[in-house]
């Protein structure tokens, strides 16, 4: 099945320094990625849509200057959050589609294993 | 109003009976709707995928929507300690809806005692 990788897992970072997220999909091309964000006991929120060689779409109340997104290939996405702050402490997630994908999402949306992002 | 409704249990089940997580949703128009586990500390993975009013089962999971009462339901038979887990519910939004995005729900914690 497809795989997409996720680094690192987990991450503590002192406040103000920024954090770069890689999202890898390994064995297939993936047009567009997802990231999310997922604080304790809470759902995942879409932070934004990523699309290779174009700007992210980012969702309603997040910061574009702070999450810097970049999707310079087809198999790889970058998150960064920049002068990082405790709350934005939280678990990242991103997921990626397959080039040729089914309308129909979900059964062709393959998630990284997350990162726990904790700053201190 | 939340955009996709779960109860965030926890639910706690004996093993071998049935679980039953509901999840209700708010657009209307919605066409697509998902059903993932999430293990503490993992990423979400797919369990079953829905899309016609009705029942779909596949192995112990049986999936059930009424898009008139805008209600999606799982349910677990057989229930197993290595089911416990938090399981959120998905759903995919009408027409204008990004490619690919979905509207989570918080997730209900079951867990399945010995």
């Known amino acids: 099945g497809a795989v997409v990788s996720q680094h690192p897992s987990w991450v503590i970072c002192k406040s103000g320094t920024s954090v770069k997220i890689e999202c890898r999909s390994l064995d297939f091309q993936a047009t567009t990625m997802f990231w999310y964000r997922q604080f304790p006991k809470q759902s995942l929120m879409l932070m934004a849509t990523s699309n290779e060689g174009s700007k992210a779409t980012y969702e309603q109340g997040v910061e574009k200057d702070k999450f810097l997104i970049n999707h310079a290939s087809l198999t790889l996405s970058t998150l960064t959050v920049t002068s990082a702050h405790p709350e934005d402490s939280s678990f990242y997630i991103c997921s990626a589609t397959r080039v040729g994908a089914l309308s129909r999402t979900g059964e062709k949306l393959f998630f990284g294993s997350g990162t726990q992002l904790s700053v201190l | 109003q939340k955009e996709v409704e779960q109860n965030s249990g926890p639910l706690s089940v004996p093993e071998g009976a049935i679980a039953s997580l509901n999840c209700t949703y708010s657009d209307r128009g919605s066409q697509s709707f998902f059903w993932y586990r999430q293990y503490s500390g993992k990423s979400p993975e797919l369990i079953m995928s829905?899309?016609?009013?009705g029942d779909k089962e596949d192995g112990r999971f049986t999936a059930q929507l009424n898009k008139a009462s805008q209600y999606v339901s799982l349910l677990i038979r057989d229930s197993q300690p290595s089911d416990s887990a938090t399981y959120l519910c998905?759903?995919?939004?009408?027409?204008?809806?990004?490619?690919?995005?979905?509207?989570f729900g918080q997730g209900t914690i079951l867990t399945v005692h010995p």
């Open positions: 829905i899309y016609s009013n």
């Open positions: 998905a759903v995919k939004g009408a027409g204008g809806t990004s490619y690919g995005k979905l509207t």
